[in-house]
């Protein structure tokens, strides 16, 4: 089962949209998404990416397939914005939250996104958000036949690359992986519940309604940084 971060419906989607006052435009376009529709009407045609080389040459289409996935784009600040969200929310309730661990640096130099010291009995957490797409040509035919496909190959691919060096520090991985439809694996939805009700504890709040806030807020930066990417490179009109 997928889960939907906060949102189990398109309508539920477009509800929540409302409540939060977002443009009619990002709503039109964020339902034309998930319904697999053109995002773009008119006389817009194909036209080529400026990330393509001759040997991989990238088409800009009306259904914005190429553009949540280029990496001319926004992609490094959509990962960002979501990361950043839950800094924020793990910080309310937990003493100790650092970004990008020096410690934890991989053989490439590469580290987890944050760190939080005394996650869960005591025991010190690392954390790394992803977004992935089921339309990523390296995931796209097995997603077809294969439910959560991309989710699970990009956890594994997370888990393959910092679990042994968070293991060798006696500190325990989670990787948070969101699909850019809005989708969540429960193995990335559990970790976001702990550090809610742990912001809710510190608020003296209701846990339930501080974490279904906190997905919805999640939900809502994912589906504004998809519909600045598909603005960022609309496809060329005709003359």
């Known amino acids: 089962m997928v889960i939907p971060i906060g949102i189990p419906s398109l309508w539920g989607a477009v509800l929540v949209l409302h409540r939060h006052y977002l443009a009619s435009t990002s709503i039109k376009m964020k339902a ?3 319904l697999g529709m053109a995002l773009f009407t008119g006389r817009q045609r194909q036209s080529r990416c400026p990330c393509s080389t001759p040997a991989s040459p990238q088409a800009i289409d009306v259904f914005g397939r190429h553009v949540l996935l280029c990496r ?3 992609r490094v600040r959509r990962h960002n914005r979501l990361r950043d969200m839950i800094v924020v929310q793990a910080r309310k309730g937990f003493s100790a939250v650092l970004s990008e661990p020096q410690h934890l640096n991989t053989s490439d130099g590469r580290r987890p996104d944050f ?10 957490a690392a954390f790394d958000v992803s977004v992935t797409s089921p339309l990523a040509p390296t995931y796209l035919a097995n997603s077809a036949t294969t439910p959560q496909y991309a989710e699970e190959r990009r956890a594994q691919e997370k ?5 042994a060096t968070c ?6 991985f989670h990787p948070l992986i969101v699909n850019c439809f809005g989708g969540r694996l ?4 559990e970790p976001l519940r702990q550090i809610s009700h742990r912001a809710a504890s510190a608020d003296n709040a209701e846990a339930s309604l501080v974490h279904k806030y906190f997905m919805e807020k999640l939900s809502l930066s994912l589906l ?7 603005l960022s490179k609309p496809p060329d009109v005709d003359p």
């Open 224 to 230: 504004r940084e998809n519909v600045g990417m598909f």
């Open 167 to 172: 293991e060798s520090h006696n500190i325990d």
């Open 32 to 34: 034309r998404h998930r």
């Open 115 to 124: 760190l939080v010291s005394g996650f869960e009995q005591g025991k010190a």
């Open 186 to 189: 429960p193995s990335s939805v």
């Open 72 to 74: 001319q784009g926004f």
């Open 159 to 163: 888990l393959d690359k910092y679990e």
